[in-house]
């Protein structure tokens, strides 16, 4: 017999192994075999089956696979089908991405690993009237159409788990199982607890940061059937369900479903996609839905449900801008972050009254850079073109993107100069600038530093659940979906930073990180208010959330500029990414590229190609890189013009990395 293979390496093709049936056993599509590759081993996946012999070059001979991979770790058809479709529409060889879906240390069992068993214990809640008329929507709508996607909007606090608590119920008690997708690791574990109290059923966390004997223990667990809910980031899409019944995408707008490395997925559309070909519904659930989806409401295609009032019947919290131009400011030789005197009168007045607070500063470390105050020398990256962040405790300088590591210097490596100081701040200066502003303050940190394992996020999330701190500070870990009933100031550090950012979806991206974040706050009995400092308090993101412009006028106006500007969802848009290191060639290889692509284009040739143009980061890992943006007006347009400029890199010797749907610079 003779077998075509995918390998987890960055190639397009396959690669012919002879395969003996009688001696390794029956072999199929989606099974996994052992095979030799150059002069090592690897595990590839059998993408088709012959009796007939491949044509080979002359000269070349055909090897043969070592072995089969027991079948408990074969990929399931419909998965197989998944990592077919985000291949061709991510641009991605299939057999990268098939190793997305396969199980940790695929072919070697590890072990039963168990999970802690759940501390939190809730009771269950009865649906509200809203809740009950949007349920009911869906199973009506399910029963005469099965694969039908819904929309479900409702504000921070209005109880939207607990739909999908009743509606995972309803699925479990016809024998199928259900997926719910969450935007960050964070919040796996507290959905997980109170799904499974709500359920009675055994529920299996997903994400990387879980131990690699937990993550294969519950892949098999689930394929097997002895699970049948998983709750999980991005990568639990693939999880190996043979009777999945429903996807739930909770917190559907979350930029963090897109995954920014090698497999350039987006789980939220991979979900649909997976839903769409098993004929099972899908759920989409957000406080502040994308425009992507929002225009798929508009065109018909989901059915938009929505609940407009808090469950525990308390209104939103009140929201005060705090300006950093005209409000006194705490001026402190130990205090680096910009806080106004009025933010922390009332964060102190919130910690006497034994209440809690949230603190928004979406930057990690505790210097942003290391300043040479004689010659204006900045310490920057060897590998990068970005300052290093400064690490005060660690007495170390970090890159946030090759991770490259060094001391902080003694003296300035320009001018010799001793007057070295750190510039700008971070959550790691902030915790201690607090704890010199306020009483009576007892901080924890959440963020990617501070976090570094399944076990230490518990760790802080109970203990502030527990009241053993009445501040926790963080970055985007805890703008989404947390539930602490004694917080009732949320704080947002420097609203500028999400406000400027360069990106078409800056707006937008605002708006939801900061009604997401605003929503922490006052979600029990106690009222609410969130204090936000900023230096341009004029936007118009910020006029929505005080309500004095209108949310539906903003949408409306930023699907009508991007339908001129021919930007998503109005486009399939892609970026092309040309890596080398030599800048000077990388700038004329890829402006000859450009140009030879701009001739092919008949139409809007200037509108739809944008570049190249220096990346934002210009230099990453040594490398230097120029980007080109398309906006395809079809799939099949993507494709092909894809498949143009890898042909083009190929031939100019370029390295290239295709980005469809970017969502970050």
Not at 220 to 227: A, N, P
Not at 244 to 262: A, F, M, N, P
Not at 343 to 369: A, W
Not at 604 to 630: I, T, V
């Amino acid at each position: 017999m003779y077998i075509k293979v995918a390998v987890p390496r960055p190639v397009d093709s396959f690669f012919d192994y002879e395969y003996d049936d009688s001696k390794l056993g029956v072999i199929t599509q989606g099974d996994l075999v052992e095979i030799p590759f150059g002069r090592t081993k690897l595990v590839g996946c059998v993408m088709e089956t012959s009796q007939t012999a491949p044509i080979l070059p002359p000269g070349i001979k055909i090897r043969s696979a070592t072995g089969k991979i027991d079948s408990d770790f074969s990929i399931t058809p419909d998965v197989y089908k998944l990592c077919q479709f985000g291949s061709e529409y991510y641009q991605y060889p299939i057999g990268e991405a098939f190793f997305v879906a396969t199980a940790p240390k695929v072919g070697k069992k590890l072990g039963t690993r168990k999970e802690k068993p759940s501390t939190v214990v809730r009771g269950d809640k009865t649906l509200n009237e809203e809740q009950a008329l949007a349920l009911d929507r869906m199973l009506t709508q399910i029963s005469v159409k099965q694969d039908s996607v819904f929309l479900l909007e409702g504000i921070t606090g209005s109880g939207k788990t607990e739909v999908y608590i009743d509606l995972a119920k309803t699925v479990l008690a016809r024998g199928k199982s259900v997926l719910i997708l969450v935007p960050e690791i964070a919040l796996t574990a507290q959905l997980k607890d109170r799904f499974e109290h709500a359920l009675g059923e055994k529920i299996a966390l997903w994400h990387s940061a879980l131990s690699d004997g937990l993550r294969q223990t519950q892949w098999l667990k689930v394929k097997q059937g002895e699970i049948k809910v998983v709750v999980g980031a991005r990568s639990a899409v693939f999880a190996p369900f043979h009777d999945l019944g429903l996807i739930v995408v909770d917190e559907e707008h979350d930029q963090t479903y897109k995954q920014e490395e090698r497999f350039r997925y987006h789980a939220r559309d991979l979900a649909l996609f997976r839903a769409k070909f098993l004929k099972i519904p899908t759920l989409l659930g957000s406080a502040t839905p994308s425009l992507e989806t929002l225009q798929k409401v508009r065109e018909m295609r989901y059915t938009h449900l929505t609940l407009t009032k808090r469950y525990s019947t308390r209104p939103l919290p009140e929201i005060k801008l705090i300006s950093l131009l005209e409000e006194p400011l705490i001026f402190n030789d130990q205090v680096k972050t910009p806080i106004a005197e009025k933010t922390i009168k009332l964060m102190q007045e919130t910690i006497d009254r034994g209440e809690q607070i949230i603190v928004f500063l979406n930057r990690r470390g505790f210097s942003q850079f290391i300043l040479c105050k004689d010659c204006g020398w900045i310490k920057e990256c060897k590998n990068c073109s970005i300052s290093m962040t400064h690490y005060q405790r660690k007495n170390e300088l970090r890159c946030h993107v090759c991770g490259q590591k060094t001391q902080v210097p003694d003296a300035c490596e320009s001018c010799h100069s001793h007057e070295l100081e750190g510039m700008g701040s971070g959550t790691e200066s902030l915790e201690d600038e607090l704890k010199l502003l306020l009483t009576g303050a007892k901080i924890l940190r959440l963020d990617r530093d501070q976090v570094t394992s399944q076990k230490r996020l518990e760790e802080v999330l109970t203990s502030f659940r527990d009241l053993e701190a009445n501040i926790l500070v963080g970055t985007q870990m805890l703008v989404k979906g947390h539930d602490f009933p004694k917080v009732t100031c949320v704080v947002v550090m420097m609203a500028d930073m999400l406000l400027k950012w360069p990106d078409f979806r800056s707006s937008e991206r605002a708006l939801q990180t900061l009604v997401q974040v605003s929503g922490r706050a006052g979600r029990a009995e106690l009222p609410g208010q969130v204090l936000i400092q900023g230096y341009d308090l004029e936007h118009p993101v910020l006029k929505i959330l005080k309500g004095e412009a209108s949310h539906d006028g903003f949408i409306q106006e930023e699907l009508e500029l991007r339908q001129h500007l021919h930007y998503p969802p109005f486009s399939r848009f892609v970026r092309y990414r040309f890596e080398d290191q030599d800048a000077h060639v990388l700038n004329k290889k890829t402006e000859k590229i450009a140009k030879l692509l701009r001739s092919g284009l008949k139409e809007e040739g200037e509108a739809r190609l944008m570049g190249p143009s220096e990346a934002l980061l210009f230099r990453a890992n040594h490398q230097y890189r120029f980007d080109l943006y398309f906006k395809a007006q079809s799939v099949q347009e993507l494709f092909s013009f894809s498949q143009r400029v890898k042909k083009m890199a190929l031939a100019e010797e370029i390295d290239l990395i295709i980005d469809v749907d970017p969502y970050s610079s």
